[in-house]
Antibody, heavy 118, light 107 residues
Framework: QVQLVQSGAEVKKPGASVKVSCKAS????????IHWVRQAPGQGLEWMAI????????RYAQKFQVRVTMTRDTSTSTVYMELSSLRSEDTAVYYC???????????WGQGTLVTVSS | DIQMTQSPSSLSASVGDRVTITCRAS??????LNWYQQKPGKAPKLLIY???SLQSGVPSRVSGSGSGTDFTLTISSLQPEDFATYYC?????????FGQGTKVEIK
């Protein structure tokens, strides 16, 4: 069965970086795009980035353009999202989700809580 | 970016009620509109895709309609497990944007 399994919760200080992983299984990794979506406490869902695991091409939300980097490792079917220069407003649950262009998110990771606090 | 506006932001309803949530896009998105349900501490769950197609396993009391800029999610007879937050989301263009959510609470 399709699964997206994310890395565990992180606590970071302001100005630090965090790298969250999302390991895919149960399907052909290079056939489906992976997105990152975040949700601040008590807030809605915010799209951050997308990667095509086949060629590694990425696109980022303008808001995160200079701070986010999305990569993938096809040998382990894992996607990574690194967010730098963390601030308190980055405290959120970060989700990876599978979604093809023009379609929908059919599978989600379990979420990774990133807490930014001094 | 395409802005998605949901209404209402919250509603109170009783078991058995008919509930309707609307979503408006800032430009035409054809039928590239999806609906998700989210419960506390959980990832969103796909309910409706392409504006009106029911995701496998989702009960038939849930339905979606609309095209262009105006869309509707309807739950025909609210059940206890339907109390949650609902989000619309457009997949017409990157960035895929979400509505702000509608919280359905027990009256």
């Amino acid at each position: 069965q399709v699964q997206l399994v994310q890395s565990g919760a992180e606590v970071k200080k302001p100005g630090a970086s965090v790298k969250v992983s999302c390991k895919a299984s149960g399907y052909t990794f290079t056939n489906y795009y992976i997105h990152w979506v975040r949700q601040a406490p008590g807030q809605g869902l915010e799209w951050m980035a997308i990667i095509n695991p086949s060629g590694g091409i990425t696109r980022y939300a303008q808001k995160f353009q200079v701070r986010v980097t999305m990569t993938r490792d096809t040998s382990t079917s894992t996607v990574y999202m690194e967010l730098s220069s963390l601030r308190s407003e980055d405290t959120a649950v970060y989700y990876c989700a599978r979604g093809q262009t023009g379609t929908y998110y059919d599978y989600w990771g379990q979420g990774t809580l990133v807490t930014v606090s001094s | 970016d395409i802005q998605m506006t949901q209404s209402p932001s919250s509603l109170s309803a009783s078991v058995g009620d008919r509930v309707t949530i609307t979503c408006r896009a800032s430009q035409s998105i054809s039928t590239y509109l999806n609906w998700y349900q989210q419960k506390p501490g959980k990832a969103p769950k796909l309910l409706i895709y392409a504006a009106s197609s029911l995701q496998s396993g989702v009960p038939s009391r849930v339905s979606g309609s609309g095209s262009g800029t105006d869309f509707t999610l309807t739950i025909s007879s609210l059940q206890p497990e339907d109390f949650a937050t609902y989000y619309c989301q457009q997949s017409f263009s990157i960035p895929w944007t979400f509505g702000q959510g509608t919280k359905v609470e027990i009256k």
